[in-house]
């Protein structure tokens, strides 16, 4: 896992923190190698993986499936996990001082899943998602519990445009007093997209106020579409 590792460490993160002030969202290029893409999605059908499946149209979420890991997680998503959260949660902290909440998340993620466990969230969140011709996501948060951590990652296992088409990643920003934003990335194969899960801070003239978004993905028009979710923090059911 030295690779996936080192490739965290070299991004560029005093940009990537000036992105996500700015914007809520950040992409991390290249994360993933052609063959962990096709490793993850060839790993969909065995279900030891798994804990649980959902269907997506039978919750009127959307249409498609997902299936969130079961503890322990494969080598590669516990790694990336691992990695990238000593870089995320000086960001949230940052989020949380301004807007004066008072939460200070702590700097490994061995620490916040040992809050989660403490409040009862014990069950795994990372999770993979298949979309078909037809699939789409509706706009949504990925809470899980009163224990959460404020950014999360999804990594991009299909090529646009190639295997499939359609599918944009859409994030929407509900700004107050106002009409809501929407935002429209389409990372390639391998890319990683780190992004708020419940609000980022934004100065107005009399100091930060929170900008509430929410995520979701644009209809497939055709071909098949996998992702990868990665949340820090852990679920009650």
Known sequence: ???????????????????????????????????????????????????????????????????YFNYPLPDLIQ??????????????????KVLNIDTVFPLTHAELVQQCHQNGQTKATVLILKYGTGGFNTLHQDLY????????????????????????????QQIPRAQSKALVVSPQKGDGLIFTTNFKPEKGTKGYYRIFMKHGVSEVKAGERHTLGIIFHDAIS
């Open 1 to 67: 896992m030295s690779t996936i590792v080192q490739k965290i460490e070299a991004l560029d993160w005093p940009a990537l923190t000036e992105a996500m002030h700015q914007n809520g969202y950040a992409t991390l290029s290249n994360l993933l190698t052609n063959e962990q893409c096709e490793a993850l999605k060839a790993s969909y059908d065995t279900s030891a993986l798994y804990r649980k499946t959902v269907t997506m149209a039978r919750y009127r979420f959307g249409l498609g499936e997902y299936k």
């Open 79 to 96: 790694t990336i996990r691992e990695t990238l959260y000593p870089y995320l949660a000086p960001i949230a902290n940052a989020w949380f």
């Open 145 to 172: 519990g009163d224990v959460y951590f404020p950014i999360q990652l999804v990594l991009f296992l299909n090529e646009p445009n190639k295997d499939y088409f359609g599918g944009e990643f859409v994030l929407t």
